[in-house]
DNA sequence: CGTAGACTTGACTTAACTCAAAGATCGTGG
DNA sequence: CCACGATCTTTGAGTTAAGTCAAGTCTACG
């Protein structure tokens, strides 16, 4: 895998291949694609554009979003090389894609991946696996969004990010409003809790896109909840202890 | 359509048939099924079993759930009649299913199931057609729970509800705490907008599980944030407007 | 090297949560 | 059939985690 890893600022795309699908399960598909090229901040599709084509990262870093009629938004997800976009039963896009950074991106005909689909079996099981796991994952960040405070809810994204890099070395391509609006809070909050877990030696800053899990044990435990004392009152309804801020250093 | 619907405290099931993925469609699957009956309460499946079966709702209605290690609860999902659920990547079942009313419920092996989807071309389009339509309930829900206030999560729910009923006559099957653990929010705040709701006139409330909605476009404009005067600061934020309550009665 | 945008930090506000207690409703058994 | 305990729902009063508003600070880039 390449060592390489993309920065927010950097001129242009860094490492191809890997990633969520094993490039070599697209076969048949891989000559259909049209390679396209963005440019960071540029919109790839538009919600309310129509479905009829599936993309693919190559290389970069994508983001995904709706909005409300009042401005409020939702970032549905962040999509780096090997992932599908743009998949839709509907006749339209339901969310605007756009580029992290400068990205290649290759696109399909909606009908011809669908085509493929059937008679390929393997690309079969590996969508219908990718899919599973996509809603497996959606279940994961419905608990976040509903049920987990704004420390873990952060720590969770952060571990997820660093799943995908090495070393623990996180690299954010996207901005503290992409995080925000990822995790249901907001930018002030988010850049709040980065500045207590750097304050708590959880991680390091050397600058705001550059982080380090510098104890990732201790994320993971606040990740999942475990910092707050367990003490479920009546069984079967979310309840959780009251008090501030008591996960002081390394008490367990 | 069957016209009567199951209330939380009727004894036994009610329609059969119909729903979400159509019956027929797993015509090839139907023979192997073993029917299994459930009272009211009981557990299907608990989180961490053995994924090595999928179910189908024939009757009654169905809620999956996953639990912190804190007792906070989160419920993944209300199943009514056709819905298939238990389907899983991994090895284990990530929640617990149980019948929110007495059930009638099919297993298939998972094998089998999965078997089935290879041969069967019609299957397989239905179950990745099902699939997608998952995902994008997912993010739908998703930002609801990132973004949506307490009065918009509840006006969508009761809203979802009511389009698999009729007449916007709603007969909630589950509990205050089940309705609340779905939509991240606690017991008191669901009942207090229910309240709300109630003395706004935009629904009715003749008991505590059937609600009929008495002004069906209001609840709509309520649940899409329509209520809230536009007003987007920093656009590609969110960011909604300060203020309690201004919803007062018919204002547009 | 100055300016626009992104990030951080502080002070204050509020929507939703917690705690508490009073109604409803249900199901069971006498 | 009705009484009674258990459970669920509603409502009130006070608290808090996260949001809002408002400066500052930093950084990248023209």
């Known amino acids: ?32 694609g049209t390679r396209l090229t963005f440019r960071r901040g540029q919109t790839i599709f538009y919600e309310g554009d129509a479905a009829d084509t599936v993309y693919r990262v190559v290389s970069g870093a994508v983001r995904t979003s709706r909005l409300m009629p009042d401005g409020r938004r939702y970032v549905a997800d962040f999509l780096f090389p090997g992932d599908f976009f743009g ?29 493929a689909l059937e008679v390929d079996r393997q690309l079969g099981r590996t969508v219908f696996a990718a899919l599973c796991g996509g809603l497996s994952h959606a279940h994961e960040r419905m608990l976040l969004l509903g049920r987990k405070t704004a420390v873990e809810r952060v720590a969770s994204f952060l571990l997820m990010m ?25 930018i002030e909050t988010v850049s709040r809790v980065l500045s207590q877990l750097k304050a708590q030696g959880v991680i390091h800053l050397s600058d705001p896109t550059r982080i380090a899990i510098t104890r990732p044990s201790t994320l ?27 996960f002081t250093a390394e008490h367990r």
Request: glycine share 10%; hydrophobic share 40%; with cysteine.
């Open 162 to 186: 660093a799943a995908r890099a090495e070393d623990n070395q996180v690299n954010l391509l996207m901005s503290r409003g992409d995080i925000a609006d990822y995790l249901g809070l907001t």
């Open 220 to 246: 993971r435990r606040i990740a999942e909840g475990g910092v707050w004392r367990a003490q479920r009152s009546r069984p079967g309804t979310a309840r959780r202890r009251t008090g501030s801020w008591p």
């Open 87 to 115: 998949l839709s039963n509907g006749a339209m896009h339901t969310t605007t894609a756009e580029a992290l950074c400068d990205a290649i991106i290759l696109r399909y005909p909606r009908r011809l991946f669908e085509g």
């Open 1 to 32: 895998m390449a060592t390489q890893i993309l920065t927010r600022n950097e001129p242009r795309g860094g490492r191809i291949a890997s990633a969520t699908v094993g490039s070599d399960t697209a076969a048949p598909l891989a000559a259909a």
